[in-house]
């Protein structure tokens, strides 16, 4: 391709990937369909990505240098769950990531174990059950669409969400957590809350609510999250 679909002019355009895990392996999947010039920053690469540096068709900055971002037209943050950025950048602020907000709200909403629905491919699925789980949250069952393309997780219509949410459930689940940000889950959170009895929380519907939260702003938004009782608030 020679453009990216967010009507960029990509050949021989630079385009850096903050990352060197399973994350920016996918982000480098959807950049080498076009024709860019792919930095990845980030030390100690996976083997998808190694590959990529050895094979030439990717330049490797292990640290941020003066010439990283130099030209680029496209950046993405692939740094996986966010483990450690606030200790990364001083702890000058709070950090939300969209896992970082999902634990927020199972916490508020009093949730020990979830279904799992993601568009992504089994592999990537399960590492998100995996991280869950090292954070003490059960993932009781675990659903994958076997997606691998931002455009088509972004494309997918609100009544396959919906089918997929429903097959995702399990009795024993608190609630249904709807993994990934370029899901377009917002609109279905409500449908999926009535047709299942329980709450329904997305990765940019838990990220946005966590930072209202925790810098104690008051706002309305989808689904059970935003109906919280005043007292877990900090505000």
């Known amino acids: 391709m020679k453009n990216f679909p967010m009507f960029l002019r990509m050949d021989g355009r630079r385009v850096v990937i903050c990352g060197s895990g399973a994350e920016a392996a ?15 920053l980030g030390r100690d690469l996976d083997p998808e990505l190694a590959g990529l540096a050895a094979s030439g068709r990717a330049v490797h900055h292990p640290e941020l240098r003066p010439d990283t971002f130099a030209g680029a037209v496209l950046a993405f943050v692939a740094t996986g769950w966010g483990d450690g950025v606030a200790a990364a950048i001083g702890g000058r602020a709070p950090v939300v990531t969209p896992l970082s907000g999902a634990l927020r709200a199972f916490a508020g909403l009093g949730i020990g174990r979830i279904a799992l629905m993601t568009p992504y491919l089994p592999q990537t699925a399960d590492l998100v059950a995996g991280w869950f789980a090292g954070q003490g949250i059960e993932v009781v069952s675990e659903l994958s669409l076997g997606h691998d393309d931002d ?17 995702a459930d399990h009795p024993e689940a608190g609630a249904v957590f709807l993994s990934c940000t370029a899901l377009p889950a917002l609109q279905a959170i409500g449908e999926i809350e009535e047709r299942l009895g329980k709450p329904v929380v997305s990765s940019n519907q838990a990220a946005f609510w966590a930072a209202l939260d925790i810098a104690g702003i008051p706002a309305t938004g989808p689904g059970s999250l935003y109906r919280l009782r005043e007292e877990w608030r900090s505000w």
Do not use: D, F, G, N
């Open 26 to 40: 996918r982000k480098a999947r959807l950049v080498l369909k076009t024709e860019a010039e792919i930095v990845i």
């Open 151 to 167: 455009r088509e997780m972004a494309l997918l219509p609100q009544e396959e969400l919906v089918s997929a949410a429903m097959r």
